[in-house]
């Protein structure tokens, strides 16, 4: 499969009276066309920034960003606006990313309007009718409001409004967080139904490692702005390299009635994002920090096959 999005060295930073905040900071990877890239990380490590900045809701303060061959951060907003429709979100919560003054069918019929899909109103119609069919939802819902529907059926009008352009890529920002667990399940195995129909490559943002598990091909890792591992979902889940990774999939419970399970809770301060000092930013929360940890921010490896670890002793921390 080819890549359809490149980013590199991406940096997103924020000016806050105290100094400038890292959000994302110095963000590398490749993404193919018809897979999911998760991205976890804790909250506030900056995984919703960082796929707001590449469909360019925030402004990138650095790097590139190359989709489908071009690199977007270099274009005008009007050169832009041709690709906008090609690179399209699905938020986490859908009653506030959505107008409550507006019926389903003007929220889903918005995009048509605006980028001019069809020049009547019956073609407009007829889309907005095929669209709620394809995510599920009944036409009887056209003309009710948001706050008349449950979460489900909110995130249903969210996927059909997000692909109401029929994007290549999305940005999934914790789609199914706010949803129960039993529509979670609708949710995402909608989502892997009309990725594999329309060739749809997903970003998808979340912190519960379970459902990234469930739906991505490969996972990059984040924390405070860094990228600490980059694997495939098969090989994270399996051999967890980085000490940050480790920490997080042993918080993931375990759903067996009695099964017990070594939990290692994370101790220290979380180091600020605000100029953050040089040195790994794990270091203040890491068991195997050594000087060289609080001095040296260490690179990212390739620690295994297609495994890539920042970590100065990953090599020592897991015997490889
Ligand atoms: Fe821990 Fe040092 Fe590795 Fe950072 S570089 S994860 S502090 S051992």
Do not use: W
């Not at 080819?2 to 100094?19: D, Q």
């Not at 963000?27 to 890239?37: H, N, P």
């Amino acid at each position: 499969m080819s890549t359809i999005l490149e980013v590199k060295n991406l940096k997103k930073y924020f000016r806050t009276p105290k100094g400038l905040l890292h959000a994302v900071d110095d963000i590398s990877f490749k993404a193919k066309q018809g897979e999911t890239l998760g991205i976890v990380g804790e909250s506030g490590c900056g995984k919703s920034t960082l796929g707001r900045a590449i469909i360019r809701l925030h402004e990138p303060t650095s790097g590139e960003v190359i989709f489908d061959g071009q690199d977007i951060t270099k274009l005008s907003n009007k050169e832009f606006d041709k690709v906008r429709p090609d690179m399209q979100m699905i938020f986490q919560d859908p009653y506030s990313s959505i107008n409550p003054r507006m019926s389903v069918s003007e929220i889903i019929s918005e995009p048509l309007i605006i980028y001019k899909r069809f020049n009547n109103r019956q073609g407009i119609e007829n889309e907005v009718a095929r669209l709620m069919d394809t995510v599920g939802l009944a036409r009887r819902f056209a003309n009710s409001y948001p706050h008349e529907l449950d979460g489900g059926r909110r995130q249903r009008i969210g996927v059909a409004r997000a692909l109401s352009l029929n994007p290549k890529f999305i940005v999934c920002d914790e789609p199914v967080s706010a949803l129960d667990v039993s529509i979670q399940a609708q949710i995402l195995n909608l989502m892997q139904d009309l990725q594999a129909e329309r060739n749809l490559t997903y970003l998808f943002i979340t912190h519960d490692l379970s459902v990234v598990k469930h739906i991505s091909n490969n996972i990059l890792v984040m924390y405070l702005g860094n990228m600490v591992e980059y694997a495939s979902s098969k090989d994270i889940f399996k051999t967890r390299l980085h000490p940050y990774t480790k920490a997080l999939l042993a918080a993931v419970p375990i759903p067996v009635l009695g099964m017990k399970k070594e939990r290692k809770l994370l101790k220290g301060e979380i180091t600020s994002p605000i100029e953050p000092k040089p040195g790994c930013r794990f270091a203040s929360r890491c068991e195997y920090a050594k000087e060289k940890c609080s001095n040296e921010q260490p690179e990212l490896i390739e620690a295994l096959e297609g495994h890539f670890v920042a970590c100065h002793y990953v090599k020592e921390i897991n015997n490889i």
